[in-house]
């Protein structure tokens, strides 16, 4: 793969990308980098946005190992450009962030469900507790944990430290539980 090519292509881009980014045109330029990408066979799961310092492009492994290798490999070629930043995992937010991200993707809140954590040998377990009404597929509820923990810790912890998630849909659990501020607490 040719990496060195898709920055190079980039840099071509890369100022009026940003113009565009940061005149709210951020499915424009999504686009843009996703047809950059493809263009140089690298199929790699990103998003965009914007920060006090300039617009990021924040590349995701999804929780695979080979994924973030090829990732690390992308940045390692990647240019330094003034208007952008370029990550190799999602970076831990806000706990009310990523609130909002699960409530638009899953229309659940993950503040009011409760959690359990589990320590294994390779490594922690949480276990987000879901009611047994919600109709949720167990892929979209492995999805919503996953993003939840990878928006909530940080996807480079969750990976590096063997962190799974785990949905388990009942009503009322047996063990004692966390709100999702608490987990955090205890993880931090």
């Given at each position: 793969?040719?990496?060195?090519?898709?920055?190079?292509?980039?840099?071509?881009?890369?100022?009026?990308?940003?113009?565009?980014?940061?005149?709210?045109?951020k499915?424009?330029?999504?686009?843009?980098?996703?047809?950059?990408?493809r263009?140089?066979?690298?199929?790699?799961?990103?998003?965009?946005?914007?920060?006090?310092?300039?617009?990021?492009?924040?590349?995701?492994p999804?929780?695979?190992?080979?994924?973030a290798?090829?990732?690390?490999?992308?940045?390692r070629?990647?240019?330094?450009?003034?208007?952008?930043?370029?990550?190799?995992?999602?970076?831990?937010?806000?706990?009310?962030?990523?609130?909002?991200?699960?409530?638009?993707?899953?229309?659940?809140?993950?503040?009011?469900?409760?959690?359990?954590?589990?320590?294994?040998?390779?490594?922690?377990?949480?276990?987000?507790?879901?009611?047994?009404?919600?109709?949720?597929?167990?892929?979209?509820s492995?999805?919503?944990?996953?993003?939840?923990?990878w928006?909530?810790?940080?996807e480079?912890?969750?990976?590096?430290?063997?962190?799974?998630?785990?949905?388990?849909?009942?009503?009322?659990?047996f063990?004692?539980?966390?709100?999702?501020?608490?987990l955090?607490?205890?993880?931090?």
């Amino acid at each position: 793969m040719s990496y060195v090519a898709f920055w190079a292509d980039f840099i071509k881009y890369a100022v009026s990308l940003a113009n565009e980014l940061q005149s709210g045109n951020k499915r424009k330029t999504f686009d843009a980098i996703d047809g950059l990408l493809r263009s140089h066979s690298l199929d790699f799961c990103f998003d965009i946005t914007t920060n006090e310092t300039g617009c990021l492009v924040i590349f995701s492994p999804e929780g695979r190992f080979d994924d973030a290798l090829s990732i690390d490999e992308l940045l390692r070629a990647a240019p330094s450009l003034t208007a952008w930043t370029f990550l190799g995992r999602r970076p831990k937010k806000n706990l009310y962030d990523v609130a909002a991200i699960i409530r638009r993707l899953y229309i659940l809140d993950p503040l009011q469900m409760r959690y359990r954590l589990q320590t294994e040998r390779e490594g922690s377990v949480i276990e987000m507790i879901v009611p047994s009404t919600v109709d949720l597929s167990l892929e979209e509820s492995k999805g919503m944990v996953n993003t939840f923990l990878w928006h909530a810790i940080g996807e480079r912890r969750v990976m590096d430290q063997g962190i799974r998630g785990n949905v388990i849909f009942h009503d009322k659990p047996f063990e004692p539980t966390l709100s999702a501020e608490e987990l955090m607490s205890l993880l931090e």
